[in-house]
């Protein structure tokens, strides 16, 4: 099993949908949690992170379900801009400290 | 403030070579990390380096290594490269804790085809 698990995509929204992603992870252990934007052949970038209480950042959702070891990310009113693709990412600790990323989520919003 | 510079940004190599790439991190940054993302996927993780020690490393062979300079910067080299290897690879830098806080800045990478 993966340790994060997105769905690939791609998904196909148009301007103005609301659209939203999924993301679970295997390690119980793990301590932080974002989301990366990556646009074509570009570097990733730190979109937010993610908290236990739910974030918000203008038209950007993030939350987290530590039980269920699920992340989301919902975005409204999708803009052209928003195309990209989202990665999930997970951070742990202690003998492994490092940042685990997803395969990545494909995002093409359309006029 | 330059950011996270990596090079060469394109290189073609041919099977059973090696290759050596290079990043400079964010200035205040002492943590490298070095991903391999395969066109399509996400970035995996290579190895980290934090005061000149390899401090993590990934699921990779290792023909993979590397090293990082008092000044910082790091260096990956892949021996008896495979077809396989042909991937963007990415260095990111980061303080350290950047795994808690999300504080990683990655370069543009590094393009590897192997023929």
């Known amino acids: 099993r993966k340790e994060v698990e997105q769905d690939p995509g791609p998904f196909n929204v148009p301007e103005g949908a609301t659209v939203a992603f999924n993301c679970t992870y295997s390690?119980?252990?793990?301590?932080?949690f974002f989301w990366y934007r990556q646009d074509c052949r570009k570097e990733p970038k730190l979109l937010m992170s993610v908290y236990s209480s739910g974030n918000e950042d203008g038209r950007f959702t993030a939350q987290l379900n530590r039980a269920s070891q699920y992340i989301s990310l919902l975005i409204r009113d999708s803009k052209l801009s928003d195309s990209a693709t989202y990665l999930c990412?997970?951070?742990?600790?202690?003998?492994?400290?490092?940042?685990?990323f997803g395969t990545g989520t494909r995002l093409q919003v359309t006029l | 403030d330059a950011g996270v510079t990596q090079s060469p940004t394109h290189l073609i190599k041919t099977r059973g070579q090696q290759v050596t790439l290079r990043c400079s991190p964010k200035s205040g940054h002492d943590t490298v990390s070095w991903y391999q993302q395969a066109l399509g996927q996400g970035p995996q993780f290579i190895f980290q380096?934090?005061?000149?020690?390899?401090?993590q490393r990934g699921n990779f062979p290792d023909r993979f290594s590397g090293h990082q300079f008092p000044n910082y910067s790091s260096e990956l080299n892949v021996n008896a490269l495979l077809l396989g290897d042909s991937a963007l690879y990415l260095c990111a830098s980061s303080p350290d804790l950047g795994w808690a806080t999300g504080e990683l800045f990655f370069g543009e990478g590094s393009r590897l085809t192997v023929l």
């Open positions: 380096y934090y005061e000149e020690e390899e401090r």
């Open positions: 390690n119980s252990a793990s301590q932080s």
């Open positions: 990412v997970v951070g742990s600790t202690g003998t492994a400290s490092k940042l685990t």
